[in-house]
Nanobody, 119 residues
């Protein structure tokens, strides 16, 4: 079994910063990629950023220059540093992992953490 647990969400003022963390645990063989998605009320879930086992990163256009994703392969963790936050960034943020458990590679999701940007 694999679990992803997020932490670090909360309320922040416009222009502020937050750091999200996600830890994967369980009988993990390999984590090929980890990332963050978000879903705002009434909208579809969208990619925020992802990072491969080799360190290659992908960012949604709206996050480039403001958000930074990083991972620690030894600890099976991924972090998302979010700067210059605006109310448009308000959403539930989900950690995602493309993980090999046994012989099977599957998508795994955290439970989500709320980020609210408001004055």
């Amino acid at each position: 079994q694999v679990q992803l647990v997020e932490s670090g969400g909360g309320l922040v003022q416009p222009g502020g910063s937050l750091r999200l963390s996600c830890a994967a645990s369980g009988s993990i063989f390999t984590i090929y990629a980890m990332g963050w998605y978000r879903q705002a009320p009434g909208k579809q879930r969208e990619l925020v950023a992802s990072i491969t086992i080799g360190g290659s990163t992908t960012y949604a256009d709206a996050m480039k220059g403001r958000f930074t994703i990083s991972r620690d392969n030894a600890k099976n963790t991924v972090d998302l540093q979010m700067n210059s936050l605006s109310p448009d960034d308000t959403a539930v943020y989900y950690c995602h992992g493309l993980i090999q458990y046994g012989l099977t590679v599957d998508d795994y999701w955290g439970q989500g953490t709320q980020v609210t940007v408001s004055s």
